[in-house]
């Protein structure tokens, strides 16, 4: 884990004071302008930075980046997945990836890693919505959206991403 230090016309209680209440406003699906672009500017930190890909503290374990760089696969490569602690922000800096989307009761839990990792993967479906999320775009996932990202469009590509984790308040 690396410490990611938001210098700059940050104000650190503005940025904590803004994730509790993106984290309160998401878990209420309440999101607003306000908070968009307080995401948008954290990603603009982070990005300012050209991080190599790994884990980022911006405001220890309750606001963190993941920097990641990968192949897209075909779909029956990948699994939905959800979270209990944490709400994603996976926003695209680079390529384009197809994330697959659905309501985690209606998913079969296969394997619970909830303790150790905060993911919960579930069984194959063929009943979901798609969504193409192309460089500069983000999708944000609750707690209670199943999730599938990493799928290829028309052809496997590498995708340069940051996922921020936000910790449910």
Do not use: W
């Not at 969504?131 to 959206?145: C, I, K, M, N, R």
């Not at 999730?147 to 910790?167: A, C, L, R, S, W």
């Amino acid at each position: 884990t690396k410490v990611v230090g938001i210098k700059g016309n940050y104000d650190s209680d503005k940025v904590e004071g803004c994730v509790e209440e993106i984290g309160d406003k998401l878990e209420n699906m309440e999101l607003d302008i306000d908070d968009i672009e307080c995401i948008a500017e954290i990603e603009k930190k982070v990005e300012e930075l050209n991080l190599e890909d790994g884990k980022y503290e911006i405001l220890g374990e309750d606001l963190f980046a993941l920097v990641q760089t990968y192949e897209t696969k075909d779909a029956s490569e990948c699994k939905f997945e959800t979270h209990k602690k944490y709400i994603d922000v996976q926003y695209v800096r680079q390529g384009k990836e197809v994330m697959n989307y659905k309501l985690k009761d209606q998913l079969v839990v296969t394997e619970d890693l909830s303790e150790q990792s905060d993911v919960i993967f579930y069984e194959d479906t063929t009943d979901y919505t798609s969504v193409l999320v192309e460089e500069g775009s983000f999708a944000l996932f609750s707690t209670q959206d199943g999730h599938m990202p990493g799928v290829k469009y028309n052809h496997k590509e590498t995708v340069k991403k940051i996922v921020f984790k936000i910790k449910i308040v």
